[in-house]
């Protein structure tokens, strides 16, 4: 089994940063893909990044690319995501999930809460 705990979440103002975090622990797959969706009020949850297990071939949507970065540190088994220049659009909950591969999204943390305010 995998647990997943986002934190980082907060309140920011429209241009500022913010920085996620998912801590990954228990039994992963030998070879995984992490990711980020969010969820905003009275919307489907959504795509935002992915990076597969060796921590390369990081892919975003449309919506935050060149403003968002995912990342991992494999000695800490901790994802990030960089938020910067953030919009009020931003607002969500955001979710780390693991998989084998995308589209196969297996383990999903809690998620942590986004306000971005203008």
């Known amino acids: 089994q995998v647990q997943l705990v986002e934190s980082g979440g907060g309140l920011e103002q429209a241009g500022g940063s913010l920085r996620l975090s998912c801590a990954v622990s228990g039994r992963t797959f030998s070879n995984y893909v992490m990711a980020w969706f969010r969820q905003a009020p009275g919307k489907e949850r959504e795509f935002v990044a992915v990076i597969n297990w060796s921590g390369g071939d990081p892919h975003y949507s449309d919506s935050v690319k060149g403003r968002f970065a995912i990342s991992r540190d494999s000695a800490k088994n901790i994802v990030y995501l960089q938020m910067n220049s953030l919009k009020p659009e931003d607002t969500a909950v955001y979710y780390c999930?693991?998989?084998?591969?995308?589209?196969?999204?297996?383990?999903w943390g809690q998620g942590t809460q986004v306000t971005v305010s203008s």
């Open positions: 999930t693991q998989g084998p591969y995308m589209s196969r999204w297996t383990y």
